[in-house]
């Protein structure tokens, strides 16, 4: 089991350009989630998923948007990349259970700097 | 919204030395798990606790829950050097029970 993928590792992007940042996990969770960390911030929600087709927005969602297709695949869409969200983005997922979602499995992240 | 807050944002210890990091939400909580995040890595699960007074062990860590569910404490007796690394907290509450992250304490460690 490869367990949850990111790429790409590094990225650096001009203001104003668009991406993708990819994550597949293979642990047929129902729950995947994107966090950004920056120093002194904790990790801070962006967008989550409960299944496929579900998405809602986290506590920081402006400038983002995703989708779910398939219940492997998250993809995070920067719109148009401004310097404030240089940051490390960290893809996760988890399976539901009575007691709510239950440890969540990160990916290695993905380090994006915005010039 | 839910908000979680962690202290100490830092400890510095010898090794040898006890250490411990305390979490409070907010909101009560339905569950409350625990990362650790070696520099330049991850956050790796360590546990995950439900009932109001839980206390768990693994080896050298003890985890504890508030009695009303909005708390919860690590403590890591004689801390080594592997221990370095931010410990977070996450509480997971709420209609869709999305897990809030707690700022992190980070562990130095000196030999």
């Known amino acids: 089991n490869a367990g949850v993928t990111q790429t790409p590792k590094f990225q650096v992007l001009k203001t104003g350009q668009s991406m993708t940042l990819q994550c597949a996990q293979d642990?047929?969770?129902?729950?995947m989630s994107w966090y950004r960390q920056d120093p002194g911030m904790g990790l801070r929600l962006i967008h989550y998923s409960v299944g496929a087709g579900i998405t809602d927005q986290g506590e920081v969602p402006n400038g983002y948007n995703v989708s779910r297709s398939t219940t492997e695949d998250f993809p995070l869409r920067l719109l148009s990349a401004a310097p404030s969200q240089t940051s490390v983005y960290f893809c996760?997922?988890?399976?539901?259970?009575?007691?709510?979602?239950?440890?969540?499995?990160f990916g290695s992240g993905t380090r994006l700097t915005v010039v | 919204g839910q908000q979680v807050m962690q202290i100490p944002q830092y400890q510095h210890v010898q090794e040898g030395e006890d250490f411990t990091t305390y979490c409070n939400s907010s909101t009560t909580l339905s569950n409350i798990q625990w990362y650790k995040q070696r520099p330049g890595g991850h956050p790796v699960f360590l546990i995950q606790?439900?009932?109001?007074?839980e206390v768990k062990k693994q080896k050298r860590l003890t985890f504890q829950f508030g009695e009303a569910k909005k708390n919860s404490s690590l403590h890591i007796t004689a801390t080594q050097t592997t221990d370095v690394g931010t410990y977070f907290c996450?509480?997971?509450?709420?209609?869709?029970?999305?897990?809030?992250f707690g700022t992190g304490t980070l562990l130095a460690v000196q030999p």
């Open positions: 996450a509480g997971g509450g709420g209609a869709t029970n999305k897990l809030i």
């Open positions: 606790l439900v009932k109001s007074g």
């Open positions: 996760a997922s988890s399976y539901q259970t009575d007691r709510g979602h239950y440890g969540y499995t």
């Open positions: 642990m047929n969770h129902e729950y």
